[in-house]
């Protein structure tokens, strides 16, 4: 037998950008980002979701006469605007557009893509321009909380495959991240509610000091106050950034999936809401909150946390305005999601438990009689 042995390193490095009017002629928040790749002209395809242009019409225009002032810097070709939320996930139809277009107008891995939209559109998208020659220059713009805060700052790409959420899909880091807080006036008050989920979740897992701000400002973030809102997306972001950085896992190859805190029962939450309760379908970040309660009264009821963390922890989900009840919980059942979730670790069972407000470890055996009761619990909050 002859045996080669190959070792390498590649080193990413990428900004999370926080800005406002992003497109304004004097905002140079873009220009800079894409200068930085070298003093030329770079041909840029911005894509958009078609309901953050329903929402800003003005988007286009804006988007155009910026390339005018900046032509120096950016070409931007006509706007590829794609279906909002889950379908584009769903329907391959817009992965293989972007590709067409890409082909057609000869967008290089010298170019860039401009992806602006939320949390489906940015993973969808950027899951096309990762295989479209093997890798174009993605520029987030996420517009959501969400996708501010957690999912546009992270390493992954994807669409669904055959009911599967997130199947099919890479892991590949953005060159930049361009997050612009003007977009979250528009959203929903739900929409605007559900990304703080996440930052309730890294922050029990993470910073104790930063679960304490939120409990303190539960009621600012309760009415989308700007100056909480921002500190929240930043302080969560940061930490969402340096777990990816410095936790030893980027890409995923292990088992360890601490920022999934929550997240077993919320993905089989929030599928039996699409499938059995659509007039009353969660939000992925309505479901994290859920499962960061079921999580917490479970750590609980083990000894691992107290009763006044516990109830500082559903305090404050409820004083953001969370319901932690769900008709989807009658139909949970627990030893089929933690198989699921299982399978999507790729390995062994792994799931964070807190150890105090701040603190977590990884578990991998769950007491499914003791959650059932936890899930019992939780039904006192309808």
């Known amino acids: 037998m002859h045996l080669i042995n190959q070792q390498f390193s590649v080193t990413y490095e990428f900004s999370v950008c926080f800005t406002r009017d992003t497109f304004a002629p004097e905002n140079m928040a873009l220009h800079d980002l894409i200068s930085a790749a070298g003093a030329t002209t770079h041909k840029v395809q911005p894509v958009i979701d078609s309901q953050v242009l329903a929402d800003h019409p003005e988007l286009i225009d804006a988007i155009a006469l910026y390339g005018d002032i900046h032509g120096d810097t950016i070409a931007f070709e006509e706007p590829f605007i794609v279906r909002g939320g889950e379908i584009c996930k769903n329907d391959p139809a817009e992965v293989e557009e972007f590709l067409r277009l890409t082909q057609e107008r000869k967008i290089c891995r010298h170019s860039f893509v401009l992806v602006i939209g939320g949390g489906s559109v940015i993973d969808a998208m950027g899951y096309a321009a990762t295989i479209a020659h093997r890798g174009i220059r993605l520029i987030r713009m996420p517009t959501t909380v969400l996708g501010q805060n957690d999912a546009g700052v992270g390493v992954k790409n994807a669409i669904n495959f055959r009911n599967r959420k997130n199947y099919v899909g890479t892991f590949a880091p953005p060159y930049a991240v361009l997050n612009d807080f003007d977009f979250l006036s528009s959203l929903a008050p739900r929409d605007q509610r559900a990304g703080i989920a996440e930052a309730v979740k890294v922050s029990l897992?993470?910073?104790?000091?930063?679960?304490?701000?939120?409990?303190?400002?539960?009621?600012?973030?309760?009415?989308?106050?700007?100056?909480?809102?921002?500190?929240?997306?930043?302080?969560?972001?940061?930490?969402?950034?340096?777990?990816?950085?410095?936790?030893?896992?980027?890409?995923?190859?292990?088992?360890?999936?601490?920022?999934?805190?929550?997240?077993?029962?919320?993905?089989?939450?929030?599928?039996?809401?699409?499938?059995?309760?659509?007039?009353?379908?969660?939000?992925?970040?309505?479901?994290?909150?859920?499962?960061?309660?079921l999580d917490s009264h479970y750590a609980r009821q083990m000894g691992f946390i107290d009763e006044e963390t516990l109830m500082r922890i559903i305090n404050t989900l409820h004083g953001i305005g969370f319901s932690l009840y769900h008709p989807a919980l009658e139909q949970l059942n627990i030893p089929q999601a933690l198989a699921g979730f299982r399978e999507h670790l790729g390995g062994a069972l792994c799931i964070t438990m807190l150890t105090g407000a701040g603190s977590a470890k990884e578990v991998s055996e769950i007491d499914e009689a003791v959650m059932e009761q936890c899930v019992q619990r939780l039904r006192d909050y309808q």
């Open 205 to 293: 897992i993470r910073d104790g000091e930063f679960f304490a701000w939120l409990e303190s400002h539960c009621e600012q973030l309760a009415r989308f106050e700007d100056e909480a809102v921002e500190h929240m997306i930043i302080r969560c972001a940061e930490l969402h950034v340096r777990h990816i950085g410095t936790g030893g896992d980027p890409f995923e190859r292990g088992s360890a999936r601490p920022l999934d805190f929550g997240h077993w029962s919320a993905h089989r939450l929030e599928e039996i809401s699409h499938t059995q309760f659509p007039q009353h379908e969660l939000r992925h970040g309505e479901a994290v909150a859920i499962g960061i309660a």
